[in-house]
């Protein structure tokens, strides 16, 4: 019948980290999405080397091989519209590339 506060706040936190984990997994589906269209002028066996690793707090982090980081870092602003683009609204705030 009644639930205590605390029982509804913690819900409630609950609810906003599912979010937020939603939201990661939808922006980690679509950037690999995206890579693979803005760099299919790449051989098949590059982009597969090529992984989203995470989303936090607007920062996309992707690992990939050092010519290919470099690649994608000269096509990465390109690619961070491509990507807030399919979402309607800035996402991607910035794009961080990690080596292999």
Do not use: W
């Amino acid at each position: 019948m009644f639930r205590p506060v605390g029982s509804l706040i913690g819900n409630l936190h609950l609810r906003s980290k599912s979010q937020d984990v939603i939201l990661a997994l939808q922006v980690k589906r679509i950037a690999q999405e995206q890579i693979a269209k803005t760099v299919r002028d790449l051989p098949q066996e590059a982009i597969a080397q090529i992984k989203v690793k995470s989303f936090s707090n607007g920062q996309l982090t992707i690992l990939a091989p050092t010519l290919i980081s470099l690649e994608l870092k000269m096509r990465s602003e390109g690619l961070k519209d491509q990507i807030n683009r399919a979402f309607g609204e800035e996402i991607i705030k910035k794009i961080v590339f990690r080596v292999k």
